[in-house]
């Protein structure tokens, strides 16, 4: 099993450009049972993919401005927990809660 190299950032401004590839933002709640089984799941899924550039973990908590940040610049409804999946500054695909699967991304990766 491969494991997620998970950055955080601290605006919305360090989300990198996406360019061809991919990135992963992954929205979490470290109070909320439901957020961290999910967290959980999500990394023993893990395969490395070398299309996903980066992977952005996001604590909703200590992040909630960055969090909300995200939620207004992607058009896409805040939850927790919450996977989006980012290619050339466009959402791909987004999830919550125990729809995130990271097999889920293979329909979406080229």
Avoid: G
Wanted: hydrophobic fraction near 35%; glycine fraction near 0%; charge should be neutral.
């Amino acid at each position: 099993m491969a494991k997620i190299n998970w950055i955080e950032i601290n605006s919305i401004n360090d989300i990198p450009k996406s360019n061809n590839n991919y990135i992963i933002i992954f929205k979490h709640s470290p109070r909320c049972i439901v957020s961290k089984i999910v967290f959980k799941r999500f990394e023993l899924e893990f395969t490395d993919n070398l299309s996903i550039q980066k992977y952005i973990y996001i604590d909703v908590i200590t992040m909630k401005k960055l969090s909300n940040d995200i939620s207004v610049k992607y058009n896409v409804y805040h939850e927790s927990p919450q996977l989006l999946l980012i290619k050339e500054d466009e959402v791909l695909y987004h999830s919550s809660h125990s729809d995130i699967k990271f097999s889920n991304l293979n329909d979406y990766l080229n």
